[in-house]
């Protein structure tokens, strides 16, 4: 594993920020980090990277502990949501800065700079004072920094923060491959397609807790309800009435309120509709529900209420809930 | 720490507001010097007799006095004003041969070293500065990120202060001599100076840096803990004070029975560095150091361990700046 945390808990005066996170992070792809504002990624972030001391528990990076001063975090680059710089400096002098801080040495140093601008799309910034920059090339600046010493385990949290659309297409675009040349991404992020269309594997953080890891096409398989939708919300209603409770819900996602989602296989569609239609309800629409990770994301937290653990999503494909 | 050093420089040498600060400290120290040789080398204004009789009539003395007594009185008055403004003169002459002496060489850098305290209350200002900067722009968290190992960070951080220390002394010695060959090249009026002691000179320069170095470890520390540049620079300041306050309190200023209580302002942080600085300077056989005043106590302490309490109390921050800043959370 490249990160493995175990009972990993952040308590701040004011409140607990991390509750107890068991992460066990493969090498290689991207593990997306979710989790609503609060839920504790950029703490959890901050305590991988050495910023902050673990209440309780234990983290490791490629099997060694972590803690402000490790030596693994050499091997490790980050950006962490607000990237600060001198802004006395140049883009290139911060750049060095932070190189040879790490502990490049010219004249690899400044190729790497160089090159590190060039890939975040800054090299015509390179010689501009930071204190200029706009929020975008902050992020695009910091993104260089993460990479700059070429790290095997790259956290990133939040990175298309600030970005135009050309940006976050960018750097989607970087972080694919940076993937692809095996080095492991950490991708913490509130942007749920961005993390759908990166990650191969995720885990979702809800009040200090993760709710829920694994595979992402496990997290948003067919979960074998049929979506059913009427002409009317009140069409809708009168359905749900029809079936009874327990076998289907309003659909969350759908704005209108005019969709349900019934607990069955979809080759019991004509059953259903047969059963809708003798009750007098006349539906517009049967298809398969497909889940996107917004609605996995929602359901996961806001409802998750059980303490006791995590949902494995490694046994695919079943209901998260 | 080698590769923090480096860096330390490119950071430290694209601030231009520390070389604004360095500069102004060299300035300053200039002005002074050059001020200070303008007002030993003015004469006193020669006796007006005119202008003593006219204020000795304006005075109302000799009201009441006839035109006979006054013409017997004046003559006297006169004579006894010349005289006493004549043994002035000469006084004045004496006095100021000496102190002339301080703006030649080799007595001219003694002289600059002599008010010290300005630079080192700005070396601190320049590391509080440097130090709190890191949590103002949030570039502590960028930092540690580049380089984890907090107890280097901040190794490189003050050997980074120590060597602008030293560079600043230097400079200030050169300053010093630049003046001084100024001076006697636009033929100003400068008597052979007196010698000096070389080696206690180079003694009294390395206190300098020691006693910088003690007072950039103090706030350096505050910094850390406060997490604020400006706020600890002027905490530190307060501290300083308070402690050249408390040692001045009566239950220090008593002898006999409670001679232990007696010594304990010795120990105190601006006692020490007050009585080294004198001890030494007087030592060197600098002029300007020939009226500063050595602080009483009970023990006469030896330089070597004046030093050593000097080392002591930097110890003392050192180890609070290093915990401090290895258990602390970047939350910045």
Redesign the interface.
């Given at each position: 594993m490249v990160i493995e945390t175990r009972g990993l808990v952040k308590e701040f005066p004011e409140a607990r920020a991390v509750a107890g996170i068991d992460l066990d992070v493969p090498a290689g792809g991207v593990y997306g980090f979710l989790g609503p504002n609060g839920a504790g990624k950029t703490t959890t972030i901050?305590i991988l990277?050495?910023?902050?001391?673990p209440t309780r528990g234990a983290a490791r990076i490629f099997g060694e502990p972590v803690e402000?001063?490790?030596?693994v975090?050499?091997r490790v680059g980050?950006l962490?949501e607000?990237?600060?710089?001198?802004?006395?400096?140049s883009a290139m002098?911060n750049l060095?800065?932070?190189?040879?801080?790490?502990?490049?040495?010219d004249p690899l140093l400044a190729g790497r700079a160089a090159e590190a601008l060039d890939r975040v799309g800054l090299a015509a910034a390179a010689r501009r004072k930071v204190g200029g920059f706009s929020t975008g090339m902050r992020q695009r600046l910091?993104l260089a920094?993460a990479l700059i010493?070429r790290p095997d385990l790259v956290v990133l949290d939040e990175p298309t923060n600030g970005l135009d659309p050309n940006g976050v297409v960018d750097v989607r675009e970087l972080i694919a491959g940076l993937a692809a040349d095996g080095t492991t991404i950490f991708l913490s992020s509130h942007v749920l397609p961005e993390v759908e269309q990166l990650s191969s594997r995720v885990a979702i953080l809800s009040e200090g807790r993760i709710v829920a890891e694994g595979p992402t096409t496990n997290l948003l398989a067919t979960d074998e309800r049929i979506a059913i939708r009427f002409d009317t919300p009140v069409e809708a209603t009168r359905a749900l009435s029809i079936l009874g409770a327990g076998r289907a819900v309003l659909d969350p996602s759908a704005p209108a309120a005019d969709t349900i989602l019934v607990n069955a296989p979809m080759r019991d569609a004509s059953r259903v509709n047969r059963e809708l239609v003798e009750g007098g309800s006349s539906p517009a629409e049967l298809r398969t529900h497909r889940r996107s990770l917004e609605s996995v994301f929602r359901e996961l937290t806001t409802e998750h209420d059980d303490p006791s653990g995590p949902v494995a999503l490694d046994a695919a494909p079943t209901p998260v809930r | 720490m080698n590769a923090l050093l480096r860096a330390d420089l490119i950071r430290l040498r694209r601030r231009l507001d520390l070389w604004f600060i360095v500069a102004g400290v060299l300035v300053l120290a200039g002005i002074s010097f050059v001020g200070g040789y303008s007002g030993d080398v003015a004469d006193p204004p020669p006796f007006d007799r005119a202008a003593f009789v006219q204020q000795t009539n304006d005075s109302g003395m000799f009201v009441g006095m006839t035109q006979a007594e006054i013409d017997a009185q004046l003559p006297l008055l006169v004579a006894d004003a010349q005289a006493a403004a004549d043994a002035g003169r000469a006084d004045h002459e004496a006095r100021q041969v000496v102190a002339l002496q301080r703006y030649g060489l080799p007595q001219a850098p003694l002289t600059l070293l002599a008010s010290s305290l300005f630079s080192i209350i700005a070396l601190a200002l320049i590391a509080s500065l440097v130090v709190g900067d890191e949590f103002r722009f949030g570039t502590l968290r960028t930092s540690l990120l580049a380089a984890s190992d907090r107890r280097r960070f901040l190794a490189a951080r003050l050997i980074s202060f120590l060597v602008l220390t030293v560079g600043l002394f230097v400079a200030l010695v050169l300053v010093a001599v630049v003046l001084s060959l100024g001076l006697t090249l636009i033929g100003a009026e400068l008597p052979p100076s007196a010698p000096i002691n070389v080696p206690a000179a180079a003694g009294l320069v390395v206190t300098d840096i020691l006693v910088a170095t003690v007072v950039i470890l103090l706030t350096t520390a505050l910094s850390l803990i406060m997490r604020s540049g400006v706020l600890a620079f002027l905490v530190g300041l307060l501290l300083l004070l308070i402690d050249v306050f408390l040692v001045q309190l009566p239950v220090f200023q008593s002898l006999g029975a409670q001679a232990a209580l007696a010594a304990v302002p010795q120990f105190s942080l601006t006692t020490a560095i007050r009585t080294l600085q004198a001890v030494l300077g007087r030592d060197t056989g600098g002029l300007a150091f020939a009226d500063l005043p050595v602080p009483g106590g009970p023990l006469n302490l030896d330089p070597v361990v004046l030093a050593g309490i000097l080392v002591a109390w930097g110890a003392v921050f050192l180890v609070v700046a290093d915990r401090r800043i290895r258990r602390m959370d970047v939350v910045e």
């Open positions: 901050r990277t050495g910023l902050l001391w402000p001063g490790a030596p975090l050499t980050s962490i607000r990237p600060a710089f001198y802004p006395y400096l002098d060095r800065v932070f190189g040879t801080a790490h502990g490049l040495t910091a920094t010493g | -």
